[in-house]
């Protein structure tokens, strides 16, 4: 569903020429930069403001390392970083719809993991839906069709949904990383870090009231913590505006069923507080009268 009025060739050209212009400035340094080794580091906390991270592509910073980041080094220095992290927000800000933000989410090369020829998976639903539901990264089945979740933890996912009166069509899913990792691996801090300043203009166009985080990488990298699941689940954390609620990943659940008992509790409360916050009523398509 297209939100946006069509834009006339001189607007076109001219919104390509600023956003190009932007995306020299703001990626051109990072293009090259090799991502870090993978283990262990998807489990760092992102100390680093990921705007900074993005605009210096540093991956000592992206880890968390103490290292100093040579674009800080000096005050004098200082000034292009911030320029860049500053374009970068700037560039997001202008994105004034969903619609936007995909095209620019398209010409990211920092959305980009170490796989080529990946397809963008930006995310799927409703625009303005009150519920939104945030996963890992895209795997083969979603990277084949440029949707989230439409694997084997997908068909769970509907399932579990189903089980709470909710149709996916009414609320609206993305995911931390919008490229698919090789090899079905977790994203780094890095490119976790690269990704979530996209993801939170995301969600701050669609404004939902709640969020449920899917998994361990979901809600570490949203709640920029490094605490284990069973501790965040359970209750609501404050984000963004919303109410943040964390549970397990279908993928886990597929192997190892003991955690589906948490799992529809989660998802209980979550409909029950979706309920209380008098948000839009979602149902399953054929309960709707
Ligand atoms: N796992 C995720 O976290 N996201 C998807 O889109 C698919 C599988």
């Known amino acids: 569903m297209s939100e946006q009025q069509p834009l006339t060739p001189e607007e076109l050209f001219k919104k390509v020429e600023a956003f190009l212009k932007a995306q020299h400035e703001v990626y051109a ?19 680093e403001s990921p ?12 880890a968390g390392s103490s290292q100093p980041n040579p674009v800080e080094a000096s005050p004098d220095q200082q000034h292009p ?15 004034k719809t969903l619609d936007a933000l995909r095209e620019l989410c398209e010409a990211a090369a920092v959305l980009r993991t170490d796989l080529t020829g990946t397809r963008l998976v930006f995310g799927k639903g ?20 440029g949707e989230p979740f439409v694997g084997a933890s997908g068909n769970l996912l509907t399932k579990i949904l189903a089980a ?19 090899d079905n691996r977790n994203p780094t801090a890095e490119e976790r870090a690269r990704s979530l300043p996209f993801l939170e203009r995301q969600i701050d166009l ?15 990298t949203l709640l920029n913590t ?9 209750t609501f954390h404050p984000y963004r505006g919303a109410e943040l609620m964390v549970t397990y990943h279908p993928a886990a659940l597929l192997r190892n069923k003991h955690l589906k008992r948490d799992t529809w509790e989660d998802v209980q409360k979550l409909r029950q507080r979706y309920d209380i916050l008098g948000c839009e009523p979602v149902l399953l398509p054929y309960l709707q009268s």
Not at 29 to 47: E, F, K, N, Y
Not at 56 to 62: D, E, I, K
Not at 206 to 220: E, N
Not at 226 to 234: F, I
């Open 126 to 145: 409703n625009p303005k839906a009150d519920l939104m539901l945030i996963g890992e990264a895209p795997g083969a089945k979603e990277d084949e069709l």
């Open 51 to 62: 705007a900074k991270i993005v605009a210096s592509g540093n991956p000592a910073a992206a």
């Open 206 to 220: 669609i404004q939902p009231k709640l969020i449920l985080c899917l998994g361990l990488i979901s809600a570490q």
């Open 81 to 95: 970083t911030e320029t860049k992290a500053d374009t970068l927000i700037q560039s997001l800000q202008d994105c």
């Open 29 to 47: 340094p990072v293009g090259d930069i090799p991502l870090p080794a993978v283990t262990g580091s998807a489990a760092l906390p992102l100390q």
């Open 164 to 182: 709470i009166k909710v149709d996916r069509s009414q609320i609206y899913i993305a995911n931390i990383l919008k490229h698919r990792p090789p």
């Open 226 to 234: 490094t605490t284990a699941l069973k501790d965040m689940r359970g």
